[in-house]
């Protein structure tokens, strides 16, 4: 069902660690199955079943006082399954109008995050829920979670020419570069729903949304990795991303490295850029589209070494696209119509086709 790149108990072996990451810790991930309650408790066929990982989020809207930046929690819905036995009976559907509402009042989950509490029962309210569907645009779509941008810019590996090239003017991160990044990271992220909160007319019900791009969200990918690297390559990597500039003017990326075809079939390998930032994005184009560039070519020469097939960087922005254009780079700009559609089900009061969602990117998939 994943690929050849694990046996079938080394996948479950990494399931159960990925249950002692920080974001799935205390209560992060909930595992849910439909059933029928009327069976004897112990003898209850599964239908099907998926889990949901409870993550921070943000969202902003113009109120009465200016733009506000609210902070709750979101979930992240991942692994849909039906029994073969029992496919073609709506069964997956049946779970997903059911889950969807029910992950709008869910508070199980990590503790101490700062939520909407509804005032008549003291229950948590969820600001949204996301999925990245497999199977299109409709199934889910049918089901409650609307479609949004599914687009990548996609670079393939260039191994590093040893003793040629020119010394980069970006740096290598690794995981100790990480937490003040991701605490900067939303600082930014916040500031720039409050400048699109800003720019909404009085009364207009339209929300912006974002997850958290915080340090435990993207240590989820990076210690599903270093599982997956393990077990493939018997190390683990030291370059996570790579920074360009100086402090005010900085750009960087955080990625991971994907296996689903192991060392056998690398087409099923992809190197994800997790998040590409631009600290201040009123800098010169000529300037990002050199950090851009900079980055991208280690992103490349890291991808030759384990063993990509291609570097994909989800939803880039305008200013990203046109960095692209200038870097001189070799890409393909591909919009996805099967494979991981980032799709969303609000739950405030707004329709969901007035969400703008805020750092559509891979940091955000489970």
Not at 8 to 34: D, S
Not at 36 to 61: F, G, T
Not at 122 to 136: C, E, K, M, N, P
Not at 238 to 263: D, K, Q, S
């Amino acid at each position: 069902m994943w690929g050849p790149a694990l046996r079938v108990e080394e996948y479950l072996a990494r399931e159960e660690f990925l249950m002692t990451v920080p974001l799935a810790k205390n209560g992060g991930v909930t595992h849910w199955i439909l059933t029928d309650r009327n069976a004897p408790p112990d003898n209850r066929p599964i239908y099907a079943s998926c889990e949901s990982l409870r993550k921070r989020a943000l969202a902003s809207r113009l109120g009465p006082d200016g733009p506000a930046v609210q902070e709750g929690i979101a979930h992240g819905i991942a692994s849909v399954f039906t029994n073969p036995r029992y496919r073609g009976k709506g069964y997956a559907s049946r779970m997903m109008k059911e889950l969807g509402p029910k992950l709008a009042e869910w508070s199980e989950g990590r503790k101490g995050a700062k939520a909407d509490q509804s005032e008549e029962n003291g229950t948590t309210r969820s600001l949204f829920s996301v999925l990245y569907s497999d199977i299109g645009k409709n199934f889910y779509a049918k089901n409650g979670w609307a479609v949004f941008e599914s687009t990548h810019l996609c670079f393939k590996p260039v191994a590093a020419a040893a003793g040629e090239a020119p010394p980069s003017k970006a740096r290598p991160l690794g995981y100790h570069d990480l937490a003040l990044l991701c605490h900067l990271d939303e600082t930014l992220v916040r500031g720039k729903m409050q400048q699109q909160a800003r720019g909404l007319a009085s009364g207009d019900k339209k929300v912006c949304a974002a997850l958290a791009p915080e340090l435990d969200q993207f240590l989820w990918h990076l210690m599903r990795e270093d599982f997956m690297t393990k077990h493939i390559f018997h190390k683990t990597p030291e370059v996570r991303g790579a920074l360009f500039g100086e402090p005010g003017r900085r750009i960087w990326a955080v990625w991971t490295r994907g296996y689903y075809g192991g060392l056998d079939k690398i087409e099923g390998n992809t190197f994800h850029i997790l998040r590409f930032a631009v600290e201040d994005e009123s800098s010169p184009e000529d300037y990002v589209a050199e950090g851009f560039r900079a980055i991208i070519q280690i992103a490349q020469a890291e991808a030759a070494e384990w063993r990509s097939f291609d570097i994909q960087m989800w939803n880039p922005s305008e200013l990203l696209r046109r960095a692209a254009q200038k870097s001189g780079l070799e890409y393909e700009l591909v919009d996805r119509e099967k494979d991981s559609i980032a799709s969303l089900m609000w739950y405030g009061d707004e329709q969901t086709a007035a969400v703008d969602w805020v750092a559509n990117e891979k940091y955000a998939w489970c």
